[in-house]
């Protein structure tokens, strides 16, 4: 579907693409490797690549021993994933098969495929999702967590195949089942509904029965269990100092300690495979630096890497390495192999194409600004390198806002190139991390509590300010650009400022009206929006104060709004109640939906449509 209001944007016939850089280049050029796990054994690794509108299984080996070391492929039609939704495959103890989740119509169920090729074999199949597979120890049972009764669930059926048995019930949110050594118990994490969200950690039979919560049930978050090797100890995330920290207890919920003194956000950990150490991944103001600590006395060492986005790190058995994702605003997402004691790597992955690999990118600025009630704002400043030729230097740049979807999410040093692409066609781009975006500990991440589209707008605005303040940005010629909750921020950022400061918007599959995105959305976003926002029976007034429906007729400023007609996160009445209101009121508008697209895109044709949209749309309205 496809319609407009007023003028469309058309192309200027006197801007051309970057040098060296083109929209086929930005969409095309790189196949994600996302979500690793490295095999018991320690000798492969496997791995999801996105390639054709697929996210398929491959593997691997950690050692080439000077042979060639081509990926092997597992699978062959499974389903696109948000690589950030995604979730990585599972190794059963005998490294001989994998388990993985996989899309049909619109419900993934789990798989289970011979490392060393066959077809995969359907493992479950249920009305709701299946994931987070965990297999036990002696390979007869895989757990995992679906949906039951209202609420996620954990749940076991036989590796062989059979009956899903469950083991949790209620209306707790369960999820991130994990094993006891022993095969005895399974260790999970749970939050109750309707409230700020709280998390324990609890442990239940594997033949089900009553759980047993470890934690102590303080209001704090405790979250991610992993169980120690020879499974005394349960390490796990928790926010109780402030931050999230990696906190220990041992297996019957005794002896409660925080490991980890870092003073920034941990995002993820891993045991080494002997127990002695974990290898923890920080964020320190959107770098992701590694750091190895030892269980026994809490030495922790930080690791000398790049700087960028670390993910993941996983321990090679009887050795003193790990695999770990990196990647960086100048390098595609790639897998290396670490040494734990140097943080020396090397490449076992190699995703980027020559263009992109002599491509110069930019490496954006760490800043931080005031907004309007004296909080400091985080975010990331890109300045392109050098003049381009269609750049007017006399008005000087244009400039754009691009809040990060989320809200609990963050800007950071990874890959994008698409604000890369725009960077290099000559536009400053702000990318703030509002209230609400993690990495800044406790307090920031709450920020937005019972709040959303207040606080967090006032920072975007500010945003603007810092742009419009810039040498050699032009304050008239300001656009707001953002996805999913970011899209949302541009929304209320052309209906709510007084101002005006932005003289077009777009927004990508953003909520228009709160309440109608909590009815319509799929159980995940719903849950975080009453997580953060309570019930709208409860909070109506917070509800209609954040949603930008209520104020189009305040909009001046032209928007272009894209969105996908099967996303289940933000439904697509989002925009279709949005795109009515703008025809009643008389805004100029551009609208564009992908029948075959959910929340983000899968196939790469429509991705390279939407950006040249994009585009089209900022080069004539920022003229």
């Known amino acids: 579907m496809e319609e407009h209001n007023g003028i469309p944007s058309l192309p200027r016939p006197d801007v051309c693409p970057p040098e060296g850089l083109w929209p086929e280049l930005v969409v095309n050029g790189v196949e994600r490797i996302h979500n690793h796990a490295v095999s018991p054994d320690g000798r492969r690794v496997a791995f999801y690549r996105d390639r054709n509108a697929q996210s398929d299984l491959f593997t691997i080996d950690i050692e080439a021993n000077g042979a060639p070391n081509w990926p092997s492929r597992l699978t062959f039609e499974r389903a696109f994933v948000n690589w950030w939704e995604d979730e990585p495959p599972v190794w059963t103890p005998d490294s001989r098969f994998l388990i993985y989740g996989a899309y049909d119509d619109d419900v993934s169920n789990l798989y289970v495929v011979p490392a060393d090729g066959g077809q995969p074999r359907q493992l479950t199949e249920l009305r709701y999702d299946a994931c987070e ?68 950690i609890y442990a239940v039979s594997a033949q089900g029965g009553t759980p047993v919560r470890l934690t102590p049930g303080d209001g704090a978050q405790y979250w991610a269990p992993s169980v120690s090797p020879d499974g005394s100890c349960i390490a796990m995330l928790c926010n109780r100092s402030g931050n999230d920290e990696v906190w220990l207890m041992a297996a019957d919920g005794s002896r409660l300690t925080q490991l980890t003194r870092i003073g920034h956000d941990v995002e993820d950990f891993a045991w080494a495979t002997d127990g002695s150490r974990i ?65 020396e790597g090397r490449a076992l992955t190699n995703s980027a194409p020559p263009a992109l690999r002599k491509y110069s990118f930019v490496m954006p600025s760490h800043i931080e600004f005031t907004s309007h009630d004296g909080w400091l704002i985080p975010g990331f400043l ?158 109506a007034h917070e509800y209609e104060t954040g949603s930008p429906l209520n104020y189009v007729k305040q909009m001046r400023a032209p928007v272009l709004i894209i969105h996908g007609e099967r996303d289940a996160r933000v439904h697509l009445n989002e925009s279709a109640q949005l795109v009515a209101a703008l025809k009643r009121e008389g805004k100029t508008f551009e609208y564009k939906t992908y029948p075959d697209e959910g929340h983000g895109f899968a196939n790469s044709a429509n991705a390279l449509d939407a950006l040249r949209r994009v585009e089209r749309f900022l080069d004539w309205h920022l003229m």
């Open 382 to 539: 890109f300045l392109p390198s050098e003049p381009t030729e269609h750049a007017d230097q006399r008005r000087g740049r244009p400039g754009i806002v691009y809040p990060h979807g989320g809200p609990n999410a963050q800007y950071d040093l990874s890959w994008d190139p698409l604000r890369q692409y725009f960077v290099a066609k000559g536009y400053v781009i702000l990318c703030p991390n509002y209230r609400g975006s993690t990495g800044y500990g406790k307090h920031f991440k709450e920020g937005n509590l019972f709040n959303w589209g207040v606080g967090d707008l006032q920072d975007c605005l500010a945003a603007a300010d810092v742009l419009a303040r810039m040498p050699g940005v032009d304050a008239k010629r300001l656009a707001i650009w953002g996805q999913s909750y970011g899209g949302y921020l541009a929304l209320l950022a052309l209906t709510k400022d007084p101002h005006y400061r932005f003289k077009c918007g777009v927004c990508l599959y953003g909520d228009s009206h709160l309440k109608t995105s909590w009815a319509l959305g799929d159980h995940s976003g719903r849950q975080d929006l009453e997580w953060q926002m309570g019930l709208p029976s409860d909070h």
């Open 279 to 343: 290898v923890v991944v920080s964020n320190e103001s959107g770098n992701d630096p590694l750091y190895v600590v030892n269980i026994n006395g809490g030495e922790i060492k930080k690791l000398n890497r790049p700087m960028g986005n670390h993910s993941a790190p996983r321990w090679v058995a009887g050795k003193d390495t790990f695999v770990v994702g990196f990647d960086s605003p100048t390098q595609p997402p790639d897998l290396y192999v670490c040494c734990a004691t140097t943080g």
């Open 133 to 200: 597979p965990a297999v036990s120890p002696d390979g007869r049972l895989v757990a995992f967590s679906t949906y039951k009764d209202g609420a996620s669930q954990i749940a076991v059926v036989p590796l062989a195949g059979g009956w899903v048995s469950g083991l949790t019930h209620g209306s707790d949110e369960c999820g991130s089942p994990v094993w006891m050594p022993d095969g005895s118990r399974i260790i999970y994490q749970a939050s109750p509904q309707r409230q700020i969200k709280q998390t324990d």
